[in-house]
């Protein structure tokens, strides 16, 4: 008995392999396009780097900003941390307070009347003249930096959510007052899942941007993390090391942006028209 067993897993270990292959190999086809385009705009980097002689404390080559990785991947390492931490902070307060606002407005009129406009007139400031007036009430520390990245995730999620909540069927609205249920079932049963598409939309919007809020933050006012350390490169004119935070900093958001879209395609099964 023991020997059909371990045949059986025996055959079971290639079948795997076979199928981790064929799966690896549609994700690089699915992508392909993508990764020649990436592929041909490094070569013609640095083509045009090496045809204009172009200084590199002005536009380092792919293979200097290479170099960079490699002689400084500890610091790049020590400062991408704190950033990781700033952005998922900030990227699960912003959207959490802009759910919990969106549900609030669409029960009460009066609350949307009276605060939705407050939310916009705050979107309206840009977020470089935010910034200090944080830092100057906070200080240097994490608050302010999680406070600028949950506020560039707010304003998208709350639009979107307030959107998605009243999105929901009338006909099923309907169904769940005749059969009596109370606000908090209609939300859990109807608004919420017809709202989980724009939801994820606005996710996705606010992955990468709340790692752009982060590294604005350590712009006004931190020594250490991603933005502090585009700073101390640029001033000193170590443009290898500037290109390679910079590419640090996008990889943060695709990965970001990855997590939210692999949530999404487990949690949401359908979309409706209009959501990117």
């Not at 912003?94 to 979107?123: D, R």
């Not at 639009?159 to 998605?164: I, K, L, S, T, W």
């Not at 724009?198 to 996710?203: G, S, W």
């Amino acid at each position: 008995m023991s020997h059909v067993v371990s045949s059986r897993k025996a055959e079971a270990l290639p079948d795997r392999k076979i199928a981790l292959l064929d799966a690896t190999a549609g994700v690089f086809a699915r992508h392909m396009p993508a990764i020649l385009a990436a592929i041909g705009l490094v070569v013609l980097w640095q083509f045009v780097v090496w045809f204009f002689a172009i200084p590199t404390f002005m536009a380092p080559s792919p293979v200097d900003v290479f170099f960079a990785f490699r002689d400084n991947a500890g610091m790049l390492w020590a400062n991408l941390l704190p950033t990781v931490l700033e952005t998922i902070l900030g990227f699960v307060f912003g959207n959490l307070v802009a759910i919990l606002l969106a549900i609030w407005f669409v029960h009460s009129s009066t609350a949307e009347k009276a605060f939705y406009p407050i939310a916009v007139f705050i979107k309206a400031i840009p977020i470089i003249a935010l910034a200090p007036i944080l830092v100057l009430i906070f200080g240097n520390g994490l608050a302010p930096k999680i406070i600028i990245a949950g506020l560039i995730c707010f304003f998208p999620t709350l639009v979107n959510m307030v959107q998605g909540l009243k999105s929901a069927s009338p006909a099923m609205l309907d169904l769940m007052r005749v059969l009596s249920a109370s606000n908090t079932e209609i939300l859990w049963k109807v608004r919420l899942p017809s709202s989980m598409p724009f939801l994820f939309a606005a996710l996705k919007i606010a992955a990468t941007s709340s790692v752009m809020g982060a590294i604005v933050a350590e712009w006004i006012g931190s020594s250490f993390g991603l933005g502090a350390l585009i700073i101390e490169a640029t001033y000193n004119f170590r443009s290898p090391l500037l290109y390679a935070t910079v590419v640090v900093a996008a990889a943060l958001a695709v990965v970001l942006f990855f997590i939210v879209s692999v949530i999404e395609a487990k949690m949401v099964r359908w979309k409706p028209a209009g959501t990117h």
